[in-house]
C-alpha cells in the first residue's frame, strides 16, 4: 500500500518570494505522482504529473516539480509566487500494481496551505 | 470543457436522515470516486466505481454505499447519518488507468445536526 506525508501543514510566504512545499511517499512498486490545487470554495485541479522520464516536471502557473526516487519524494517549487497562488496544495500517488496495472486510485497527502502575503 | 457536478453545494440533515448525494459527468469517463475531505486529514477515498454497476471499497467505507446505474452518474448515500459524517465531500471522475488525471467537482459541505 502507498502513503504520502506532506512534511509542511502550512507555508506562509511573502509575494515574489521561492516556495518548496515537500512530499515523500512510500511504495513497494513503481508510482505515479500528482500535485493538485484547491482554490477556496473549489475543487482540486490538476497542477503537474511525473509518470516516467524526465525526473523534472513543469505544471500550469510557473509550478514545477522534481521526482527523486532515491529520496522518495516529490517536491513541488515556483521561483516566485503570486497572491493568487494563495491556495491548499495535494501531493497524491497512484495505486500501480506489480505488472504495470491500476485502477487509477489516488492516495493524497495531508495538504499544504499556501498562503502569500503582499 | 470537462466537467463533473455535484448536486449540492451546501447541505443540512438530521442525526438518522438517509441522504444522497449525487454526482454527474459529461466526459464520458469510466472511473469516478468519492472522497471524503476533512482538514489535517487530505482526502480519503470512501467508494470508487471503474464500470457501471461495479464498486469498490475505499479506505473509509463504513456508513457509506455507492450507486451506478448510468455511465455518467454515481450517487453516494449515508443510509443513516450521523455527526461525525459532517464534513466536505468531493467527486472524481476519469478515464482507466493510473496515468490519466482526476476531474474533481466543487464539493458538498455536509452539516448533520
Known amino acids: 500500500a502507498q502513503s504520502v506525508t506532506q512534511l509542511d501543514s502550512q507555508v506562509p510566504v511573502f509575494e515574489e518570494a521561492p516556495v518548496e512545499l515537500r512530499c515523500n511517499y512510500s511504495?513497494?512498486?513503481?508510482?505515479?505522482l500528482f500535485w493538485y490545487v484547491q482554490y477556496p470554495n473549489q475543487g482540486l485541479q490538476l497542477l503537474l504529473k511525473?509518470?516516467?522520464?524526465?525526473?523534472l516536471v513543469k505544471g500550469i502557473n510557473g509550478f514545477e516539480a522534481e521526482f527523486n526516487k532515491s529520496q522518495t519524494s516529490f517536491h513541488l517549487r515556483k521561483p516566485s509566487v503570486h497572491i493568487s497562488d494563495t491556495a491548499e496544495y495535494f501531493c497524491?500517488?497512484?495505486?500501480?500494481?506489480?505488472?504495470?496495472?491500476?485502477?487509477?486510485?489516488?492516495?493524497f497527502g495531508q495538504g499544504t496551505i499556501l498562503t502569500v502575503h503582499p | 470543457d470537462v466537467k463533473v457536478t455535484q448536486s449540492s453545494r451546501y447541505l443540512v440533515k438530521r442525526t438518522g436522515e438517509k441522504v444522497f448525494l449525487e454526482c454527474v459527468q459529461d466526459?464520458?469517463?469510466?472511473?469516478m470516486f468519492w472522497y471524503r475531505q476533512d482538514p489535517g486529514l487530505g482526502l480519503r477515498l470512501i467508494y470508487f466505481?471503474?464500470?457501471?454497476?461495479?464498486?469498490e471499497k475505499g479506505d473509509i467505507p463504513e456508513g457509506y454505499s455507492v450507486s451506478r446505474e448510468k455511465k455518467e452518474r454515481f450517487s453516494l448515500i449515508l443510509e443513516s447519518a450521523s455527526t461525525n459524517q459532517t464534513s466536505m465531500y468531493l467527486c472524481?471522475?476519469?478515464?482507466?488507468?493510473?496515468?490519466?488525471?482526476?476531474?474533481f467537482g466543487p464539493g458538498t459541505r455536509l452539516l448533520v445536526l
Open positions: 466505481s471503474y464500470d457501471v454497476k461495479m464498486k
Open positions: 472524481a471522475s476519469s478515464h482507466a488507468g493510473g496515468r490519466k488525471t482526476q476531474y
Open positions: 497524491a500517488v497512484s495505486d500501480l500494481h506489480a505488472g504495470g496495472t491500476s485502477y487509477g486510485k489516488l492516495t
Open positions: 466526459m464520458d469517463h469510466e472511473n
Open positions: 511525473y509518470l516516467s522520464g524526465s525526473t
Open positions: 511504495s513497494s512498486v513503481s508510482v505515479y
